[in-house]
């Protein structure tokens, strides 16, 4: 896996799933027949597991049989389920506006106004340094992200204004170890660490929670609500693509289905039966029996 460049935490996510088989098993993955795959898949079945859950482990599993271990018969055994096409939730104007207004704390509010005004996800956000954000060019890079790309995003002067209010109040505690420029923006707990996404997520939801929103929001739920604000604005779809960072052009377009504003000015055929007819107008007489 490593020597593929596989993620962290894509490899936790395979061992895990190679884990839960052996302990079904109880015996070395190397001696596992088909019908031993067959029967794994409807145990996940039966104990409930997501077909979410289940696809990730599935994923893992076909890694080990068809790469690690050369039993393409193996991994032939194993089929996924497609997963229910779910509308994302997204957030009203407002309702943005009120969660960034109950942000905690200046650092709190300057995550949430980058996951929303860039669309970044929580990775993205906490793995900013300094050296990413170019006020000359008024914009954001965003440096090895989800598939290993870079990508550019947009630098309002709302949000420069708002960083350069946060950085005095910013911890100083491990900059000595760094080059200025290579800096994190939202530095951790840890040494060469920044902040967590766990950490960002749970100060979305006391924001969330300060600005009583009873919907059941995540913190991806920002990047939903940006490219569905972006798309009601009337922005370009492949614009909001690149912005976006997807390969693509259809998991954008996956937002015109949730653009509430586009939807909600739809007319629809019910108005039309209850407004009045309008009135033709009579023709003028064309009699030419005098002619």
């Not at 923006?185 to 997520?201: D, E, K, W």
Request: hydrophobic content about 35%.
């Amino acid at each position: 896996m490593s020597a593929r460049l596989l993620n962290v935490a894509t490899q936790r996510g395979y061992i895990r799933g190679c884990k839960r088989f052996a302990a079904s098993l109880k015996r070395s993955p190397e001696t596992a027949t088909t019908e031993d795959v067959r029967r794994f898949q409807l145990q996940l079945i039966e104990e409930g597991a997501s077909i979410c859950t289940r696809n990730q482990t599935m994923v893992g599993l076909g890694f080990l049989f068809r790469v690690t271990l050369q039993r393409p018969d193996l991994a032939d055994a194993i089929y996924y389920l497609r997963e229910p096409k779910k509308v994302p939730l997204v957030m009203s104007p407002v309702e943005v506006r009120c969660l960034l207004a109950a942000a905690t704390s200046i650092k709190a509010r300057l995550a949430l106004s980058l996951a929303y005004g860039c669309g970044l996800r929580a990775g993205e956000v906490v793995r900013l340094r300094v050296c990413d954000i170019d006020s000359a060019q008024m914009i954001i890079r965003v440096v090895q992200a989800k598939g290993r790309k870079d990508r550019h995003v947009m630098l309002s002067p709302d949000k420069l204004t708002l960083m350069r209010e946060y950085w005095p109040t910013r911890s100083t505690r491990f900059d000595a170890h760094y080059a200025p420029d290579q800096r994190w923006l939202f530095p951790g707990y840890f040494r060469h660490h920044p902040m967590t996404p766990r950490q960002l997520n749970r100060l979305f939801h006391e924001a969330a929670d300060g600005a009583c929103i009873k919907k059941g929001v995540t913190l991806h739920t920002l990047r939903h609500s940006c490219a569905t604000h972006l798309l009601e604005r009337g922005l370009d779809i492949r614009l909001i693509q690149a912005l976006l960072g997807h390969e693509k052009l259809d998991t954008t377009a996956h937002y015109t289905r949730v653009a509430t504003g586009r939807i909600a000015a739809i007319e629809s055929p019910l108005d039309q039966l209850t407004k009045p007819r309008r009135k033709r107008r009579s023709k003028p007489d064309t009699d030419t029996s005098g002619e």
